[in-house]
């Protein structure tokens, strides 16, 4: 990714941090009119699930990154990769804050673990030290957040960066059973396991992990107890074994083709895994295509094949969250934070239905 900071992109930053620095991010309710109905089928579908097909969100300056479904409100939960944040998203289009401002990072890839009533959330500041709003004498700052899912507060906050030198911590997947918290770095290419307690356990990487361009990613961890990560350049898939232990194995998934990238990714209650696509992370001027792909395996996944490859209409989705609804993909903007370039819809995120 091109390090260099067009004043476009630090005035974005800054602007974002003086609104956290002004007060709490208020509640914005969605137009009805935003809500996207489609035909009359489409709205009548929409009204059973609870959850309309798309949600255009209007919130100026909050640009997430990650999402993930609350059982406990029945509602999203989003990031902020400008105000690092954690903020609650109804289904009416309504933004209101969960988790204030802990450090000038970013707040990216995160999940509810409903069973210990904790939001778990990858930070970083890798995006404010690129654009020059954080100090680069500084040590970096990455790490994984564990807060209360009741009213946000913290409870612990792991540094995992590790001595790199621009550590990027991007996604993360908790083991239901054990509580192990386990965080992926697209800058230095790892995966570091956290306990529940927030203690670093351990750091491991693969030869196959390494990339100039962005690497680890996207990350969910099996009920059968292995982890299944997505490396972002090249759309790659691991399995990775034992990951409890001093020597986790690693295996590529052999899949039937590779999507343009591996993004945000997210197991389905039948099995297959959902994943997002984008070009928004290629470098050298290499160009691919957002779309959502599924991809489902016979074999624990040691294979998969891609079983719906479907084009994105809504630009730059980087995640999905599964919901007792449907499927919900985001697009957060994150593109005008990356280069300055307003999106399509300014001061909105969207929300929609897969």
Not at 37 to 44: A, F, N, T
Request: aromatic share 6%; proline share 7%; hydrophobic share 40%.
């Amino acid at each position: 990714m091109d390090v260099s900071v067009p004043a476009s992109r630090r005035t974005l930053l800054q602007v974002a941090a003086a609104g956290v620095a002004g007060g709490a991010l208020a509640a914005v309710p969605l137009p009805a009119s935003a809500h996207s109905g489609g035909d009359r089928r489409h709205r009548r579908s929409a009204a059973r699930c609870a959850l309309p097909g798309t949600l255009a969100v209007t919130a100026p300056n909050l640009y997430p990154e990650g999402v993930t479904w609350d059982p406990t409100r029945k509602a999203f939960l989003v990031g902020s990769s400008t105000q690092g944040t954690i903020s609650v998203v109804r289904a009416d289009g309504s933004v209101t804050p969960l988790v204030a401002p802990f450090a000038q990072v970013s707040v990216l890839g995160l999940t509810v673990d409903a069973r210990r009533g904790r939001v778990v959330a990858a930070y970083t500041d890798y995006f404010g030290r690129m654009l020059g709003i954080v100090d680069p004498s500084l040590p970096p700052v990455s790490g994984v957040g564990v807060f209360d899912l009741t009213t946000g507060a913290v409870r612990h906050l792991a540094d995992a960066s590790g001595g790199a030198d621009l550590p990027r911590a991007n996604d993360v997947a908790v083991d239901e059973r054990h509580g192990d918290i386990y965080l992926t770095d697209t800058g230095a290419d790892t995966v570091t396991r956290v306990s529940r307690d927030g203690k670093v356990l351990g750091v491991f990487s693969d030869p196959r992990f390494e990339t100039a361009d962005t690497g680890p990613n996207g990350i969910v961890h099996h009920p059968a107890g292995f982890l299944l990560m997505a490396k972002y350049d090249g759309g790659r898939l691991f399995r990775i074994d034992h990951p409890r232990s001093s020597r986790p194995v690693v295996r590529e998934v052999r899949l039937d083709r590779h999507p343009t990238s591996l993004d945000g990714i997210a197991l389905r209650p039948d099995g297959s895994l959902v994943a997002a696509a984008n070009d928004l992370s290629l470098s050298g001027g290499r160009q691919g295509r957002d779309h959502v792909v599924v991809l489902r395996s016979t074999d624990h996944w040691r294979s998969a094949r891609t079983v719906q490859d479907r084009t994105w209409s809504v630009e730059d989705p980087t995640t999905v969250a599964v919901t007792p609804y449907g499927d919900y993909v985001l697009s957060g903007g994150l593109r005008e934070v990356l280069t300055g370039v307003p999106s399509a819809t300014p001061g909105q995120f969207h929300l929609r239905r897969r």
